[in-house]
């Protein structure tokens, strides 16, 4: 069992910076593969990025690939996203998950992702 607990979410114009952090809870969170997603109103929940268990591997959506940072502390059971450049379009719930080794599906697919967090208000203004 993993517990997610995201912190760091706040309102920013655009342009300036934002870190959030995923605080995760169990003896296993190493194991993890961890994503980042984030649902806007009205819209489904979409890939934002993801990090191997070790940190050697990252993944980004399109979207945010070179404004987005996503590390990872596994001392501290802890996964990070950096975002830099932000843009209006970037206002959403932002959702820590884990996804356990073996899911047999690929990293930006939510149904891979077995635990999550509550999710943190990222707001972006223009």
């Known amino acids: 069992q993993v517990q997610l607990v995201e912190s760091g979410g706040g309102l920013v114009q655009a342009g300036g910076s934002l870190g959030l952090s995923c605080a995760a809870s169990?003896?296993?969170?190493?194991?993890?593969?961890m994503g980042w997603f984030r649902q806007a109103p009205g819209k489904k929940r979409e890939f934002v990025a993801a990090?191997?268990?070790?940190?050697?591997?990252?993944y980004y959506a399109d979207s945010v690939k070179g404004r987005f940072t996503i590390s990872r502390d596994n001392a501290k059971n802890t996964v990070y996203l950096q975002m830099n450049s932000l843009k209006p379009e970037d206002t959403a719930v932002y959702y820590c998950?884990?996804?356990?080794?073996?899911?047999?599906?690929?990293?930006?697919?939510?149904?891979?992702?077995?635990?999550w967090g509550q999710g943190t208000q990222v707001t972006v203004s223009s």
């Open positions: 169990g003896r296993t969170f190493s194991s993890y593969t």
């Open positions: 990090i191997s268990w070790s940190g050697g591997s990252t």
């Open positions: 998950a884990a996804r356990p080794p073996g899911s047999g599906t690929y990293y930006y697919n939510r149904r891979g992702y077995d635990y």
